[in-house]
Structure formats: C-alpha cells, structure tokens
C-alpha cells in the first residue's frame, strides 16, 4: 500500500495547493517537492478559490492566522468543495488561544474537511476536550486518543489524524496506528506542517483518505528513521531528511513500513 501511493504521487504529480504557516512555508514546498508532487503558495483572496479550481487537493495550516488569511482558506475551501478536492486542515495551536478555536471551528462549519490533522491537543480541542495546547506544543490529554479520534472523526465526517510518537489515522470506522518514525523529528521546526504536505499529496491521488494519510505518514516517517541514521544534530537531520524523502525506494518501504490496523 505505502509505497504503490508514493509511486503514483511520484507518476500523476499533484498539484498541492496550500495557505499554510509563514514560518514553515518554504520547507513545505520543498517537502512536496521532495515527494514529487507539485506546490503552490496562493494566499491572497482574490486567487485563492482560483488556485483552488485547478488543484489536486487544498491544504489549509493555520499556524499563523489572520482572520483575512482564513477568510481567504474559506474562499478556496468552499471551492475545493466544489469540486470534490480533497481539503487538509492543519490545526496547529488550537487549544492556545480563544482566536485560534474559532477560526479553527469557522472553517470545520463553513467548508467540507477531508483530513483533519492536529496534535493531541489538538484534536482533543476540536473534538470537545477540555484542554490547553502550549502555543504550538501538545499538552498531555489522558483521554483514550483513539476513541477521541473516532468521535471526531464521527462528528466531522472525516478522516483524523493524530500525529506523535505514533501516528493515529481513523475514518471513525478503520483505525491505522503507524509506528515510524524518529525523535529528531521533533528537533526541527515544520516537520508537522510538512506532514500535512505529504497528506496532501497522497490525498491527491488517493481518495480513500485513511489508508492516503497512513501511507502518506508512514513513508514520512521511514524517509526519518533513515535521516536520523547519518545526522548528528536538527541541522543535518532536515537536509538529509529531505535526500531520504527524494530517494525512497521499495526496497526501503518494504522493509521498514509499520503501520497496524484496529
């Protein structure tokens, strides 16, 4: 499964439309690349459902809203949903700040969400926890992670994802843990909002968008554990992490994918 999905993103070449994080912005772009897909960059109002009408999915990160950045997310949004494209929500710091939620839930009631994607905190927040996400940071949430997921998942009509030392991917129905991955991951800014890039351009080309993000995460998180192998520290990691990305083979994915369904 993993590795037939990284094949075709690397044969179709999606276009990854994204509004994303201005921090994480170029190393998203990079990351897409890396993967074979195509990004583009289109925030501003007036092009943004534009962009979206010729994409291949739509990927919203609002780690560094404005409320004219999110009006802008649900202008392409509600194009995407038009056209039966894929739309990625990055809840990144939902639980922070009372801003961030109700962006976060204006866009959940305002366009159809395919995947959305948070840490745990996340995700508690927008499945109706009572939480506090640490700026960007997860906090600990002692509810059983699973069962969050699916009732959001539920609620939502949509595909969660969890993202943490082990990756949880539900529909609600079909739960995939994937096990990749590696710590230094977490050493080096952007490498969740670089996830939901992947999720992106495996959503892209995949339409049941479960078994997409589990590929999608698992073949991110191989790409990782090979990374790790030759870096001594964030700085080496992210540019090998990259050449990993770009050189995954089979043989690789084969070997190291490690995704369990429940």
């Known amino acids: 499964m993993v590795y037939e999905l990284l094949d075709e993103v690397r044969t179709k070449k999606p276009l990854v439309h994204h509004i994303t994080n201005w921090v994480t912005i170029y190393d998203c772009a990079n990351m897409t690349r890396a993967y074979g897909a195509l990004p ?4 501003a109002i007036e092009e943004s459902a534009d962009m979206a009408g010729i994409a291949s999915s739509l990927v919203l990160n609002i780690g560094t809203l404005t409320p004219e950045l999110v009006e802008s997310m649900i202008h392409a949004g509600i194009r995407a949903n038009e056209r039966k494209i894929p ?8 639980g922070a700040t009372p801003l961030r939620d109700d962006k976060a839930f204006e866009i959940l009631d305002k366009v159809k969400v395919s995947v959305i994607k948070g840490n745990a905190s996340e995700i508690a927040r927008l499945a109706g926890e009572n939480v506090v996400t640490r700026g960007v940071e997860t906090t600990d949430v002692k509810a059983d992670l699973i069962a969050v997921a699916r009732h959001l998942a539920k609620i939502r009509k949509a595909t969660v994802v969890i993202t943490g030392p082990e ?6 129905d079909s739960v995939y843990i994937v ?3 590696h710590e230094m991951m977490g050493a080096v800014v952007g490498t969740g909002c670089m996830a939901a890039s992947v999720i992106g ?4 080309i995949e339409s049941d968008y479960a078994k997409a993000a589990a590929a999608a995460l698992s073949s991110y998180g191989v790409a990782g554990e090979l990374a790790a192998v030759d870096s001594k520290g964030p700085g080496s990691f992210k540019e090998n992490f990259y050449d990993a990305v770009y050189n995954l ?5 084969k070997k190291m994918a490690n995704i369990v369904s429940r």
Request: charged share 25%.
């Open 249 to 253: 083979t089979k043989e690789d994915i």
């Open 179 to 181: 096990k990749n991955g």
């Open 167 to 172: 990756d949880i991917v539900t529909d609600g």
């Open 40 to 43: 583009v960059m289109a925030h």
């Open 201 to 204: 351009s495996f959503c892209g």
């Open 87 to 94: 739309v990625i929500l990055d809840a990144v710091g939902v």
